[in-house]
């Protein structure tokens, strides 16, 4: 190996050291015994998991969260799945803007998007149609889909560009319509995009903290809200023994859905 190839591999290890050092602080610091990490640690304790858990607040955010999450996901995949079909299979005009537009929320700062969707929802709605859907669990959902469609679009994109076209040409020539060719064959070849694009959206949705800080009122605070709430007012680590069980949670699905269906193939 050249001085050169050791000295990239180096600051490659050691960028991804940094990055992952964060993660390994918090969950060292979810089994302190006392409010400070020091070295060596002095002990393990399971104190700050006991207060995370009899917090109330974590939990009615978290069950917003689920919900936002989950209803967001399946939105963008019922808006997605067509639109990527569209960009993939067809040639037409418009076809390089739509591609731009789907995207777009991912080049938007989401800080912007959320600003943009408050004044919509705020005057835009109120004024023209007297909707009032700021602060209500539509609001956030519809802002929450729109952060989801990028994923949903980019990976599903990939999914129909690696799918082989022999069986759905097969099962035309044999006398299928179109629309049965589409759910009996081509949605089971699309499954594991599916899932990763499912998966990936889930997760976009679920730590979403800039759009949400936007569009929640009291009573409809998801969970990065209310955690940033806490922070502002107590200094412990129950927000590092709730972020070490979504770190694992997280982890382990995607490592499960990625040993059953290969995401890796897709990403």
């Not at 956030?140 to 022999?166: F, K, M, N, S, T």
């Not at 800039?210 to 605070?221: D, F, N, Q």
């Not at 998801?222 to 806490?230: D, F, H, N, R, S």
Request: aromatic residues 10%; contains cysteine.
């Amino acid at each position: 190996m050249t001085r050169g190839r050791r000295l990239f591999l180096a600051a490659n290890v050691a960028i991804y050291a940094f990055i992952l050092s964060a993660v390994v602080f918090v969950i060292l610091l979810s089994f302190s015994p006392s409010g400070i990490f020091r070295m060596p640690p002095e002990g393990v304790s399971l104190v700050w998991y006991r207060k995370m858990l009899a917090y109330e607040p974590f939990w009615d955010a978290m069950t917003l969260s689920l919900i936002v999450a989950v209803g967001a996901t399946a939105t963008a995949m019922l808006l997605g799945l067509p639109a990527a079909l569209a960009l993939v299979r067809y040639r037409f005009p418009g076809r390089d803007l739509l591609a731009a537009m789907l995207m777009a929320p991912i080049v938007v700062p989401a800080i912007i998007l959320g600003v943009g969707l408050l004044m919509l929802y705020t005057q835009f709605f109120i004024e023209n149609f007297d909707l009032a859907i700021n602060g209500t669990v539509i609001g956030l959902l519809i802002g929450h889909a729109i952060v989801c469609l990028p994923w949903i679009v980019r990976v599903l994109i990939a999914g129909l560009q690696g799918l082989e076209r022999d069986v759905e040409e097969a099962a035309m020539n044999l006398g299928a319509r179109p629309l049965s060719v589409f759910w009996h064959v081509t949605l089971p070849l699309l499954r594991p995009a599916m899932l990763a694009a499912g998966i990936f959206a889930f997760i976009a949705s679920f730590g979403n903290l800039e759009i949400s800080l936007m569009l929640s009122v009291p009573g409809t605070s998801t969970l990065p809200v209310v955690i940033l709430i806490y922070l502002d007012n107590y200094n412990d680590p129950s927000v590092a023994a709730l972020s070490t069980l979504m770190i694992l949670g997280t982890a382990g699905v995607i490592v499960l859905a990625d040993r059953w269906f290969g995401l890796a193939k897709l990403v």
